[in-house]
T-cell receptor, first 112, second 115 residues
Framework: GENVEQHPSTLSVQEGDSAVIKCTYS??????FPWYKQELGKRPQLIID?????GEKKDQRIAVTLNKTAKHFSLHITETQPEDSAVYFC???????????FGTGTRLKVLA | GAVVSQHPSRVICKSGTSVKIECRSL??????MFWYRQFPKQSLMLMAT?????????EQGVEKDKFLINHASLTLSTLTVTSAHPEDSSFYIC???????????FGQGTRLTVV
């Protein structure tokens, strides 16, 4: 089955700096990769996603890149703000199944 | 966006009792719902896939007799934790799909504490 690894587990950055979180997946059948932000005790919120027919996607300060050959995908947050502090999860899925295998999570702390 | 509502948001129960958690899709029909479990500071682990009108599909290592799933309608799936023990204390989250190549939508989660 699918296995998703995520690094780093914790990340502290100064406000205004960039943050990068990386994930790898194992199942070549996975073709949909969402990223979720979760605040303590709350539901995960989708922040960006990418499908395997695209190498990069950007939405304002957030971007995701995908290297299908290497089975890597990364989340990039630029100009970080304190409100970006949360736990971020990557996930992999075969599109249409909605069955997500999540990475282990990254606790991002943006220092003011 | 689509709304998935989970109830209750918090529950405390005694060891040996059973607890039912509901997951509802409020503005769409969901033929499939998913149940995840999240331990403190850990990831979401998929427990089972709930299929409307048929038996749930459980992930390896998840006891089907312990975690009973019922998906009796296109808008409701329930997870019953039977004979709960303190080690079952966790955050349980459901998700549902609306089809149409959109993302899955998550409920707000249920924090279960077994004392």
């Amino acid at each position: 089955g699918e296995n998703v690894e995520q690094h780093p587990s914790t990340l502290s950055v100064q406000e205004g700096d960039s943050a990068v979180i990386k994930c790898t997946y194992s199942d070549s059948a996975s073709n949909y990769f969402p990223w979720y932000k979760q605040e303590l005790g709350k539901r995960p919120q989708l922040i960006i996603d990418i499908r395997s027919n695209v190498g990069e996607k950007k939405d304002q300060r957030i971007a995701v890149t995908l290297n299908k050959t290497a089975k890597h995908f990364s989340l990039h947050i630029t100009e970080t703000q304190p409100e970006d502090s949360a736990v971020y999860f990557c996930a992999a899925s075969e599109e249409g199944t909605y069955k997500y295998i999540f990475g282990t999570g990254t606790r991002l702390k943006v220092l003011a | 966006g689509a709304v998935v509502s989970q109830h209750p948001s918090r529950v405390i129960c005694k060891s040996g009792t059973s607890v039912k958690i509901e997951c509802r899709s409020l503005d769409f029909q969901a033929t499939t719902m998913f149940w995840y479990r999240q331990f403190p500071k850990q990831s979401l682990m998929l427990m089972a896939t709930s299929n409307e009108g048929s038996k749930a599909t459980y992930e390896q290592g998840v006891e089907k007799d312990k975690f009973l799933i019922n998906h009796a309608s296109l808008t409701l799936s329930t997870l019953t934790v039977t004979s709960a023990h303190p080690e079952d204390s966790s955050f349980y989250i459901c998700s549902a799909d609306r089809g149409r190549r959109t993302e899955a939508f998550f409920g707000q989660g249920t924090r279960l504490t077994v004392v």
